[in-house]
């Protein structure tokens, strides 16, 4: 029998979930309900749990979204090829004008995914003209670009936030072997 995708118990369909990478934080499933994006605690066991925010839809891609390593944040970079955007939605607030807030990154446009660092900023992904550019971002929103691909580049942080992994395309290489070396 195949197994269902995207099902978990009493969840129906999902649209994504994130687990947050510090020992004992929460995982949060984020579902679209009435043009606003809700997310939930999710317990791998019994399902969707408790409300925890809502905030308006806007355009997104499958795996645009980051949980904060702790899963006391979301972070979603909006789509706009003129106005780049990053909102931090609070999952724990309990006063709405503390619930979101916006960054806006110096000098980026096109946004097209977010990954926390260890220390509150992000390693945010934008779609340039020919190619993919990756950029730190701190919290005020000052960005720096680490470096370009012509294909698909994100960054994958460790536990530690220390070091990034990412995926790199090379076109060509080459390999010399020279003896007695």
């Known amino acids: 029998m195949a197994a269902r995708r995207n099902q978990f118990p009493n969840t129906g369909n999902v649209e994504e979930f994130r687990c947050g990478r510090q020992p004992g934080s929460r ?12 997310f939930y605690e999710l317990d791998p066991r019994l ?9 308006g839809l806007s355009p997104s891609i499958t795996g645009d979204w980051e949980l904060w390593p702790d899963g006391l944040f979301i972070a979603i970079p909006n789509h706009d090829p003129q106005n780049a955007k990053i909102r931090v939605i609070s999952l724990d607030a309990t006063e709405p ?3 979101e807030r916006v960054v806006t990154p110096d000098g980026m446009r096109n946004l ?5 660092g260890a220390g509150g900023e992000w390693y945010v992904t934008e779609k340039k003209p020919l190619e ?3 950029f730190y971002v701190d919290r005020e929103g000052h960005s ?3 470096l370009t691909s012509p294909t698909t580049l994100f960054a994958v942080p460790s536990l530690n936030g220390l070091k990034i992994a990412f995926p790199q395309n090379i076109t060509s290489s080459n390999v010399w072997l020279i003896n007695g070396f």
């Open 27 to 38: 995982c949060v499933v984020r579902s679209i309900e009435n043009d606003q994006f809700v």
């Open 47 to 55: 399902g969707k749990g408790r409300e925890l925010a809502r905030t």
């Open 97 to 99: 004008d503390r619930a």
């Open 112 to 116: 097209m995914g977010v990954a926390w």
């Open 132 to 134: 993919v550019a990756l």
């Open 144 to 146: 720096w670009e680490l």
